[in-house]
């Protein structure tokens, strides 16, 4: 089976301009998270959805940061604008089926944002 | 609210040497504890997971790690270590019915020949 497939795999902008990341998860899988990596950290969860609806999002900078999962399926992360502490990777993962006692998360390859 | 502490950023062993990673969660209720690693330029993997079965866990490519509730650690060991062990290990933890992951700030693991 196709693991979760990301893009850009990297991306260089300027600060204060936009950045748009996109997800495609595991087919058939409900539950799609985003997390930022900054160096020398672990993961942090950004927000996690549900099919098409938010389930958390209470570490989502709100004032810049965006994300969509039109039709429970593909997701959109938008950063706007910039700043040079959004540097870092960007990590998406998916799992089956959240509320059961437990689901594993696959996760994409990343994509790798440098601010300048 | 949940946390792991990972000690030791980096750790160095020889081929063939024990791997000794080193994990202590805090949780208000029992957790589930994984190990993932991270290899250069790509995505987590999950080497293997506690989720309140049996204390001592196996995972992929020999590791191992034990759940000891009295210490609150999950520490990851490996008998003999091959080159391709070398890349970068985190500790998560997550509750029950909320998939949601923290990490620690994981270990760099480097082999030396």
């Known amino acids: 089976e196709a693991g979760v497939a990301q893009s850009p795999r990297y991306k260089i902008i300027e600060k204060r301009q936009s950045v748009a990341f996109w997800c495609n998860p595991i087919?058939?899988?409900?539950?799609l998270y985003w997390y930022q990596q900054i160096l020398g950290q672990g993961p942090k969860l950004l927000i996690q959805f549900q099919n098409n609806g938010v389930v958390d999002d209470s570490q989502l900078p709100k004032d810049r940061f965006s994300a969509e999962r039109l039709k429970g399926v593909d997701s959109t992360l938008k950063i706007q604008p910039a700043k040079l502490e959004d540097s870092a990777v960007y990590l998406c993962?998916?799992?089956?089926?959240?509320?059961?006692?437990?689901?594993?998360?696959?996760f994409g390859p990343g994509t790798r944002l440098t601010v300048l | 609210a949940q946390s792991v502490t990972q000690l030791g950023s980096h750790v160095s062993v020889s081929e063939g040497a024990l791997v000794l990673l080193r994990c202590n969660y805090s949780s208000s209720v029992p957790p589930y504890l994984f190990w993932y690693v991270q290899y250069p330029n790509q995505g987590l993997q999950l080497l293997l997971k506690?989720?309140?079965?049996?204390?001592l866990v196996k995972g992929i490519n020999g590791f191992e790690a034990e759940f000891k509730k009295s210490e609150t650690s999950f520490h990851l060991t490996k008998p003999s270590a091959h080159m391709s062990d070398a890349a970068e290990y985190f500790c998560?933890?997550?509750?029950?019915?909320?998939?949601?992951?923290?990490f620690g700030t994981g270990t760099r693991l480097t082999i030396i020949p």
């Open positions: 998560a933890v997550s509750l029950f019915g909320n998939e949601k992951l923290t």
């Open positions: 506690y989720t309140s079965a049996a204390t």
């Open positions: 993962a998916s799992s089956s089926q959240a509320g059961v006692r437990y689901n594993e998360q696959f």
């Open positions: 087919s058939g899988h409900a539950t």
